[in-house]
Each structure stands twice: as structure tokens, then as C-alpha cells.
């Protein structure tokens, strides 16, 4: 499932990363790598702002669509 139906406050990890070779290397360049945790802290209208190696990233809900858990 898209990351976007993560519950807030549960840790989930990456099972891929989708997209473009453009999109995918800019969201393992931000953490987001197959087998990585990510924990999703608050969401604001689709938007979420997530946990992920130690460092909080906010993503944008068409991005977060991208990573399946």
C-alpha cells in the first residue's frame, strides 16, 4: 500500500520505491531506500511529515503516493 494510508505514529518499512529514475533518486537521496523504517508524525491534508533515519522529512502527498510500505 502507498505510504499515504500509513496510520500517524506507526513505523512501517519501505517495501519500493516508484516513479521516474529522476523521482527515485531524489527520494533515496532523502532516506527513502527498500528496507528503511518510516514513521509517519502528523498529516495535514494529505501532506505528511515523516520520520525516516533519524531526520524529519515533509513530503508532499504526490511524492508520498510514490513509496510503497
Known sequence: ?????????????????GGKEDTRRFLENLGFIAGSVV???SE?????????????VALGKDM??????
Open 64 to 69: 508520498a503516493k510514490k513509496i510503497m510500505i
Open 44 to 56: 495535514i491534508s494529505g501532506n505528511l511529515i515523516l520520520n525516516v533515519r533519524d531526520s524529519r
Open 1 to 17: 500500500m502507498p505510504l499515504t494510508m500509513a496510520k500517524v505514529g506507526e513505523p512501517a518499512t519501505i517495501r519500493k520505491v
Open 39 to 41: 514513521t509517519v508524525i
